[in-house]
């Protein structure tokens, strides 16, 4: 029976009305406003949750120890993370959706409006007291930098705690005091010798008794602070009014290698003391002579260190002046220890956020961007066959940033001990063939398993394979040019040792005793390589569990071996 004109024009109605429908939900769907969708089918109605392709980036952001804030123009908390929450004592509903304001002393109001002006415009590093639920005041290491996200422009804000090491600055300067008062102490015994001794000579009744033992107490005195200034763990020196250093404590010498010569103290003319950012570091600007020119103490003035042969380091100086009774300055100290290892975990932290931030964007950006062209092409019935390859696509953005995710959470577990292995009895050239036939399936690259028979091991299947499948991904990506990879598997009555060796460039002599370290990566030849560097660290600590031992062998332009053993324990 045909249907009216009335009866057709309804049914059009209803159609467009359910097109523009499944339009708004597509769209909510992709800018990620709806996490679950309710369907009815003929079984009834079924939920359907959602991840959307920044929600494995949300939880890297979570599980930071440092807090992470971002801001809009008006300087509204847009997000803000478990960490942040934690450091200012508030839960998250009381941090997000209110102005940063809150968090600001009224003394900081206007260096703080200046410090957001600059950060729109360029990254800022600053150091700043905030404040937290109970009024406390929290010392924290912001860094800010401006986010183009889709929404619009948005301020990035990474927040490092520095209570600990503000306590131990605390700690270094009460050290320091400690030292004044010895020279004090020292300065009051040499007054009150000479004083004793002008008494008894006026006197003419001072005993040998008694001034020998005064000179006892004086001797006794000063050996302690002999003592106390050899066995300290930072470095001491005095320089008089030219500028002549006239005594440095042995951890002194040991850190800026003082030389002895002919009865004179003097730094190695070779060696160079500079501006954090590299510079020379002027005469005038030494704390030391700084502290004698202005009367007063410096605290925490952190230089680098360029020895004439060797890598720079870096220390932190306090510096004080040295008066008489009179109170005329008559010479200058300074005591100092390595916080080399400080700033390079500073820096290391800071490298490692930004390697991090751009390995996982550059998959979730591919992601997005099929997405939004299966999109736009999904009532197109002339794209049918470009649906696949963008799920293709997609498909490997995913895996991708899983496998950085993977990796990140594996190297937390394995710093915190938390790695437990399943061992079983398995062939392990079978394993060797298995694990690497993705690896090798496009055709570019050939495998030569080299093993005297069957090989058993008594290991964690899963986790040998992973070491294994790094070793030779490793051979794919960083020796291009090297088509033969060789696996090559020895046992003997003690162990069972394998070697994937290459043909490739080779690494550098001084990067070796770093490649199983943590967050390290290898760039020899300029090449920029993606990763986070945590692959050949997590490998290193599943052999470790094992209780076996890791190593490479390798030479520039004759290629590498990167080894494993794995002791006979079966």
Known sequence: MEKTREELLKLLEEAEYKLE??????????????????????????????????????????????GAITLNKEGIILYANSSFATIVGLPLEKVVGHSIDRFIQAADALRWSDILFNAWSQQTKVELEIIGATDNTIPVLLSLKMLELNEGLALSIIISDLTLQKENERVLKQKNEQLEEAQLVMSHLNETLEHTVS???????????????????????????????????????????????????????????????????????????????????????????????????????????????????????????????????????????DVTNRRKAIQQKDDFISVASHELRTPVTSLKASLQLMDRLVDRSDTVGMMPKLISQANKSMNKMSTLIEDLLNATKMTEGQLHLKKTVFNLQELVADCCHDILANGTFSLNIQADGDVMVYADEHKIEQVIVNFVSNATKYAPESKEI????????????????????????????????????VDSDGTQYSGLGLGLYICSQIIYKHGGQIGVESKVGHGSSFWFRLPKAY
């Open 199 to 337: 008494e008894r000579t006026l006197a003419l009744t001072v005993s040998l008794a008694e001034k020998e033992r005064v000179e006892q107490n004086l001797r006794t005195n000063q050996e302690r602070l002999t003592k106390i200034l050899e066995t300290m763990e930072e470095g001491v020196v005095i320089k008089d009014l030219t500028g002549n250093l006239t005594y440095a404590n042995p951890m002194a010498r040991k850190i800026l290698s003082i030389i002895h010569d002919n009865q004179q103290i003097y730094f190695n003319p070779a060696w160079k003391f500079l501006w954090l950012n590299g510079e020379d570091l002027p005469l005038v600007n030494y704390p030391i002579l700084a502290a004698m020119q202005s009367g007063i103490p410096i605290h925490d003035y952190e230089v680098a260190v360029q020895p004439d042969a060797g890598e720079r380091f870096y220390i932190s100086l306090n510096a004080a002046p040295l008066r008489d009774a009179e109170g005329n300055i008559i010479a200058g100290i300074g005591t100092f220890m």
């Open 21 to 66: 429908e499944a339009n708004d939900t597509l769209e909510a769907i992709r800018l990620g406003e709806i996490d679950a969708l309710i369907l009815k089918g003929d079984d009834g109605h079924a939920i359907f949750t959602l991840k959307t392709a920044d929600h494995s980036f949300r939880i890297f952001i979570e599980q930071m120890s440092e």
């Open 486 to 521: 060789i696996v090559t598997i020895e046992q003997t009555v003690d162990e069972t040792k394998l070697s994937v060796s290459d043909q490739g460039v080779g690494i550098p002599e001084a990067k070796l005793p770093y490649i199983f370290d943590r967050y390290y990566r």
